[in-house]
Nanobody
Framework: QVQLVESGGGLVQAGGSLTLACAEV????????MGWYRQAPGKQRDLVAQ???????TYADSVKGRFTISRDITKNTWSLRMNSLKSEDTAVYYC????????????????WGQGIQVTVSA
């Protein structure tokens, strides 16, 4: 019903920048919320940033001022620009969306990308 494809990521030195991109390739359902989560080894998966249908953005405190989420709603794509990267940003980053599966019943579902590694070297 919903398929997310991520790109970007990789290895970068501390202080550097990376951009992650996500595309919902099937484009069958409207997306309510687009976002990014991350999971470091031995830790839980946490919200990094999200943007809601009306454009409201939310960021984790640890990334405010450094990361920016943006979207192209006409293409069902969104990106995470990460600046001033720190070693503690090292994690697997997951693209996420909440999509309306049934517009009659307003049933929505949460969907995840496969995850992409971001490694920041000190």
């Amino acid at each position: 019903q919903v398929q997310l494809v991520e790109s970007g990521g990789g290895l970068v030195q501390a202080g550097g920048s990376l951009t992650l991109a996500c595309a919902e390739v099937l484009q069958r359902h409207p997306i309510n919320t687009m976002g990014w989560y991350r999971q470091a080894p031995g830790k839980q998966r946490d919200l990094v940033a999200q943007i809601q249908s009306r454009g409201q953005t939310t960021y984790a405190d640890s990334v405010k001022g450094r990361f920016t989420i943006s979207r192209d709603i006409t293409k069902n794509t969104w990106s995470l620009r990460m600046n001033s990267l720190k070693s503690e940003d090292t994690a697997v980053y997951y693209c996420y969306c909440n999509a309306m599966i049934d517009s009659t019943t307003f049933r929505a579902g949460d969907y995840w990308g496969q995850g992409i590694q971001v490694t920041v070297s000190a």
